[in-house]
């Protein structure tokens, strides 16, 4: 590899640790320290409100394939 691509590699793993260091906690995580396993298979831990619409889906898809085009061209 060269330095070029050493450095971009590296710029890119810090930003990814930025990134979770401001992350929040997880909707899960939430959820089972208010409820528990119990709450869950009740069925009540899905909210229609906040499941993601078909274009979030369809971003998120997509998003892995330009990941490994950046991996694959880097």
Partial sequence: MTAKKVLATLALV????????????????????REGLGGLAEGGGLDEDKLPERWQMALGVGSIFVMIAVLKWL
């Fill in 14 to 33: 810090m930003f990814v640790c930025l990134m979770f260091g401001f992350a929040g906690e997880a909707e899960a995580q939430g959820y089972m320290e």
